[in-house]
């Protein structure tokens, strides 16, 4: 039951539409209570996710 679970867990959640669906993700207030080394990271990340989302509206755009 765990495992079935788990796998319906994952697959809902870790689904790209599924994050789609909750928005993009917010800046303001989002990392609190952690290192300054931790916020730098997760601003990099995020900025490297909105220019992979950037070079793939490029690429469809390319395509047509």
Request: net charge positive; aromatic share 12%.
């Amino acid at each position: 039951m765990r495992g079935r679970f788990a796998r319906w867990f994952h697959d809902t959640f870790d689904n790209w539409m599924f994050r789609s669906m909750i928005g993009p993700a917010q800046t303001k207030g989002a990392v609190q209570g952690c290192d300054a080394s931790a916020r730098e990271q997760w601003k990099r990340d995020l900025a490297a996710r909105k220019r992979y989302t950037q070079e793939q509206r490029e690429r469809r755009r390319q395509e047509r």
